[in-house]
Nanobody, 125 residues
Framework: QVQLVESGGGLVQAGGSLRLSCAAS????????MGWFRQAPGKEREFAAA????????YYADSVKGRFTISRDNAKNTVYLQMTTLKPEDTAVYYC??????????????????WGQGTQVTVSS
């Protein structure tokens, strides 16, 4: 099993930056693919970014490509989401997720077995 705890959310002005962290516990973190999803009020949870078990392959939603960077440190059991040039439309609860099955990237919520509790990101205009 993998347990996930996000941190680093907060209030930031448009154009600013934030770095989210997701601390994982469990023996299988280093072999799990990891993803970040987000959910704005009244909307469905959507994919933002993902990387494979090694961190060598990444994938981004078009809406965040070029502004967000996902990375991992397997020695620290942590995955990060560096967010730059933030926009008001980035306001959402951000969730970290782990895909233990095969360590490959996925943009589909249903393919992630474990989820964190979420961290709020609010971008003011």
């Amino acid at each position: 099993q993998v347990q996930l705890v996000e941190s680093g959310g907060g209030l930031v002005q448009a154009g600013g930056s934030l770095r989210l962290s997701c601390a994982a516990s469990g023996r299988t973190f280093s072999s799990s693919a990891m993803g970040w999803f987000r959910q704005a009020p009244g909307k469905e949870r959507e994919f933002a970014a993902a990387l494979d078990w090694s961190g060598s392959s990444t994938y981004y939603a078009d809406s965040v490509k070029g502004r967000f960077t996902i990375s991992r440190d397997n020695a620290k059991n942590t995955v990060y989401l560096q967010m730059t040039t933030l926009k008001p439309e980035d306001t959402a609860v951000y969730y970290c997720a782990a895909r233990e099955a095969d360590g490959r990237i996925s943009k589909f919520r249903s393919e992630y077995e474990y989820w964190g509790q979420g961290t709020q990101v609010t971008v003011s205009s």
